[in-house]
């Protein structure tokens, strides 16, 4: 199995910046893929970015592209997502996840992290 551990959550002003973590212990050499999603209120969760364990490939929502970073230090078992140019809409429970090698899906959660963005 795999544990997955956020921080870094917080509360920012609109145009603001900040940066959550994750970091993976366990079978971490099972990881494919490592994804932050998040959940506001009321509302489904969604996909933000994801980042190939190894080869380092990302992707995007739509909603993020240009703001937000996705990326990892394999030597530290961390990935970042470094936000920027916040929006009040982008105020969530932030997850990451992990995708193992074999499997269609994230399968390992971590417990979130709120992420708060006041106008």
């Known amino acids: 199995q795999v544990q997955l551990v956020e921080s870094g959550g917080g509360l920012v002003q609109a145009g603001g910046s900040l940066r959550v973590s994750c970091v993976a212990s366990g079978r971490t050499s099972s990881i494919y893929l490592i994804g932050w999603f998040r959940q506001a209120p009321g509302k489904e969760r969604e996909f933000v970015a994801a980042i190939n364990w190894g080869g380092g490939s990302t992707s995007y929502a739509d909603s993020v592209k240009g703001r937000f970073t996705i990326s990892r230090d394999n030597a530290k078992n961390t990935v970042y997502l470094q936000m920027n140019s916040l929006k009040t809409e982008d105020t969530a429970v932030y997850y990451c996840?992990?995708?193992?090698?074999?499997?269609?899906?994230?399968?390992?959660w971590g417990q979130g992290t709120q992420v708060t963005v006041s106008s």
């Open positions: 996840a992990a995708r193992r090698r074999f499997l269609a899906s994230y399968d390992c």
